[in-house]
């Protein structure tokens, strides 16, 4: 399946932003939606725990802020990486889990990201180059996602400000949605 170059929606992802005792941050999830690639479960029941594809970030900090009634979270730029993991198993209260798979691409995000929560729902947008991608098999096809995405995407996110339960280590989680689109044309990222 070809998607189109410019504003194609390229995956819907499904994840949660980990709050560490220390104030950092890392959001981690699976994708419902991912380039046309079939299937992204391992059983009839779609879940984190039969999601072959995964990501995971790399730990950041933000900056808080408020206008009035609306809470903003500058987060700084930092990387995320995609997995393949042939047995799922990912697991929201082992964060570690979303990491266990095959390296499949690694982005950075372009700037800070403006998150903006006001009653219970938060939204936030960003931009992320595609900065690495290797060559996988999967179901008998071969797939690089920079053939997907070749410039990077940009995600629109909403998030529920209801913290959930976290697990040991950290002292918030939120959950969250994310849809994004791969950037077409000759983008110069900095």
Known sequence: ?????IAGVIWYAVGRFYEAQDGSLQDLGYFAHLGGIQPLFNSHHP????AFF??????FTARKLH?????????ATGSFTLYLNREP????????TFSRGEPIATFQRLSA???????????????AALISSST?????????????M??????MGVASTTVITPPQGFKAVTPFVGSAMAVGGNVRWP
Do not use: A, K, Y
């Not at 879940?47 to 039969?50: I, T, V």
């Not at 198993?89 to 570690?96: A, I, L, W």
């Open 1 to 5: 399946m070809d998607m189109h170059p």
């Open 47 to 50: 879940g984190e725990g039969s």
């Open 54 to 59: 995964t990501f995971r970030s790399e730990p």
């Open 67 to 75: 206008n009035g009634d609306l809470s903003l979270s500058l987060d």
């Open 89 to 96: 198993c990912g697991d929201f209260s082992r964060p570690e």
């Open 113 to 127: 990201v403006v998150g903006t929560s006001v009653g219970p729902i938060g939204t936030n947008l960003f931009s």
């Open 136 to 148: 996988f098999h999967f179901q008998g096809r071969e797939w690089n996602l920079e053939r997907l």
């Open 150 to 155: 070749p410039h990077g995407i940009t995600q």
